[in-house]
């Protein structure tokens, strides 16, 4: 068994979380006071549920052991989730991880909560530094920060794409010496390549590059304006943080939520009118754009994506706070879905990890996990050269980040104390993932 965790709160988040913790053989004790939320994981899921408020110290107190390792409060109430954590710590020594949506609670040194919290997931500002590279660069079909100043980023290969129809090792002559090509994506198979292979229209590149130079290896040009459909938090978020350096603006069909919005967005220019509106979708949208649907309702958002696509957008990006898979727009010309579930889900999960050296990210579109592991001295892999590690052979070690430079490997490379490692491994919905499981066996 891995170990124990205590989670407060059966939310869409949670569940996509439970799913990666239990396949990794973590024993979970999940806490809510909705009984049919907890019927539902009950079902699905070999778990133990406990039904009370999850921010009473006696729930709180029944929930723990001394063996449990990580409470995870994630109800949808901040002050819930900080109450929880404040509890918590007064009884035992458990590492505590918190969701807040409103940063304004922990913004003050003297806030009593703070010394309870060990790490804290703001859900606004992970969701952004999941998507703000490719809310500039959408080509990219994601762009993940792995460390050291380095993005992991795939990129689908067009007909009139530069890297298209050339060997990988020509491609090296006109790439920064930043970049480095970890793994190649074809006919829905991520396979074994060489220097001298050539690639063909329609391949997915993964590549690690320096997040200064990801411009470099784009074939667009970037998208200088941003359009957002329909207030949220997320959007007032976004709209703030693009609005830097960003032209930004704003639909929202309701008039009280538009007024609210204007007053928070002093950069930002925001409309009252309807987002479903095709003839007012039609004199907004340019080609150099990034359009944006981040409502709280997931349907809303799905029929604003579609609207917009309809009427031009090339690049749309559609916010799902709730719907997991399966559901009949999942397969679109959307062109990028924002799972908040998942996101938030990864960020945990790279807390939960960090101890052991290894951050974890899982993108969707090409069912790709990257795992960055760094060696320490005392790490079994260490001196150890690539041919000699014996892994599961769906791992793939796609690049070695050495003295804060990319390098392509090679099976005879030697690992060293300090190197970092991008391990990729292909993925099915709800399959286990083997590289996890193999670097925490270690």
């Given at each position: 068994?891995?170990?124990?965790?205590?989670?407060?709160?059966?939310?869409?988040?949670?569940?996509?979380?439970?799913?990666?913790?239990?396949?990794?053989?973590?024993?979970?004790?999940?806490?809510?006071?909705?009984?049919?939320?907890?019927?539902?994981?009950?079902?699905?899921?070999?778990?133990?549920?406990?039904?009370?408020?999850?921010?009473?110290?006696?729930?709180?107190?029944?929930?723990?052991?001394?063996?449990?390792?990580?409470?995870?409060?994630?109800?949808?109430?901040?002050?819930?989730?900080?109450?929880?954590?404040?509890?918590?710590?007064?009884?035992?020594?458990?590492?505590?991880?918190?969701?807040?949506?409103?940063?304004?609670?922990?913004?003050?040194?003297?806030?009593?909560?703070?010394?309870?919290?060990?790490?804290?997931?703001?859900?606004?500002?992970?969701?952004?530094?999941?998507?703000?590279?490719?809310?500039?660069?959408?080509?990219?079909?994601?762009?993940?920060?792995?460390?050291?100043?380095?993005?992991?980023?795939?990129?689908?290969?067009?007909?009139?794409?530069?890297?298209?129809?050339?060997?990988?090792?020509?491609?090296?002559?006109?790439?920064?010496?930043?970049?480095?090509?970890?793994?190649?994506?074809?006919?829905?198979?991520?396979?074994?390549?060489?220097?001298?292979?050539r690639t063909t229209e329609g391949d997915i590149l993964l590549v690690v590059i320096h997040q200064d130079?990801?411009?470099?290896?784009?074939?667009?040009?970037?998208?200088?304006?941003?359009?957002?459909?329909?207030?949220?938090?997320?959007?007032?978020?976004?709209?703030?943080?693009?609005?830097?350096?960003?032209?930004?603006?704003?639909?929202?069909?309701?008039?009280?939520?538009?007024?609210?919005?204007?007053?928070?967005?002093?950069?930002?220019?925001?409309?009252?009118?309807?987002?479903?509106?095709?003839?007012?979708?039609?004199t907004m949208i340019s080609r150099n754009q990034t359009v944006a649907a981040l409502s709280p309702d997931?349907?809303?958002?799905?029929?604003?994506?579609?609207?917009?696509?309809?009427?031009?957008?090339?690049?749309?990006?559609?916010?799902?706070?709730?719907?997991?898979?399966?559901?009949?727009?999942?397969?679109?010309?959307?062109s990028h879905m924002v799972l908040k579930t998942q996101i938030i889900s990864d960020h945990i999960m790279?807390?939960?990890?960090?101890?052991?050296?290894?951050?974890?990210?899982?993108?969707?579109?090409?069912?790709?996990?990257?795992?960055?592991?760094?060696?320490?001295?005392?790490?079994?892999?260490?001196?150890?050269?690539?041919?000699?590690?014996?892994?599961?052979?769906?791992?793939?070690?796609?690049?070695?980040?050495?003295?804060?430079?990319?390098?392509?490997?090679?099976?005879?490379?030697?690992?060293?104390?300090?190197?970092?490692?991008?391990?990729?491994?292909?993925?099915?919905?709800?399959?286990?993932?083997?590289?996890?499981?193999?670097?925490?066996?270690?």
């Open positions: 068994m891995a170990g124990i965790i205590t989670i407060f709160g059966a939310s869409a988040s949670c569940e996509a979380l439970i799913e990666q913790l239990v396949q990794l053989g973590y024993q979970i004790t999940l806490v809510d006071n909705d009984l049919s939320a907890l019927t539902h994981f009950e079902k699905n899921y070999n778990i133990i549920t406990i039904h009370g408020k999850p921010s009473h110290p006696e729930v709180i107190k029944s929930s723990l052991s001394d063996e449990t390792q990580y409470l995870i409060a994630m109800t949808q109430d901040d002050e819930t989730n900080l109450l929880t954590c404040y509890i918590a710590k007064s009884i035992t020594a458990v590492t505590t991880i918190t969701c807040i949506h409103d940063s304004a609670y922990l913004s003050k040194s003297e806030n009593i909560y703070t010394h309870a919290i060990d790490y804290t997931i703001h859900i606004n500002q992970s969701i952004i530094e999941d998507i703000k590279h490719i809310f500039i660069h959408p080509e990219f079909i994601h762009a993940n920060y792995i460390g050291g100043g380095y993005l992991s980023a795939s990129v689908k290969l067009t007909e009139d794409h530069p890297w298209t129809g050339i060997s990988l090792e020509k491609m090296e002559n006109s790439t920064p010496k930043s970049c480095v090509i970890s793994g190649l994506y074809r006919d829905g198979v991520w396979r074994s390549f060489r220097k001298n292979t130079q990801l411009a470099s290896i784009a074939n667009q040009p970037p998208c200088t304006e941003i359009l957002f459909l329909g207030n949220s938090t997320l959007a007032i978020s976004c709209c703030q943080y693009f609005s830097k350096q960003n032209t930004t603006t704003l639909l929202e069909p309701n008039k009280k939520l538009c007024n609210l919005a204007a007053s928070q967005l002093p950069k930002t220019e925001v409309i009252h009118t309807n987002p479903e509106n095709k003839k007012t979708l039609m997931d349907e809303n958002n799905l029929v604003y994506s579609f609207q917009a696509y309809d009427t031009g957008a090339l690049q749309t990006f559609n916010l799902i706070n709730k719907i997991r898979e399966g559901h009949i727009f999942e397969s679109s010309p959307i790279r807390n939960i990890l960090s101890e052991k050296k290894v951050c974890y990210y899982y993108t969707r579109p090409n069912l790709l996990q990257l795992i960055i592991l760094e060696i320490l001295p005392e790490h079994p892999f260490c001196n150890q050269t690539i041919n000699d590690l014996s892994l599961d052979p769906h791992i793939i070690i796609g690049c070695i980040i050495r003295d804060e430079k990319p390098l392509f490997t090679e099976k005879t490379t030697a690992l060293l104390a300090g190197d970092k490692l991008l391990i990729y491994t292909p993925h099915k919905a709800h399959d286990s993932n083997p590289a996890i499981k193999a670097l925490l066996s270690q």
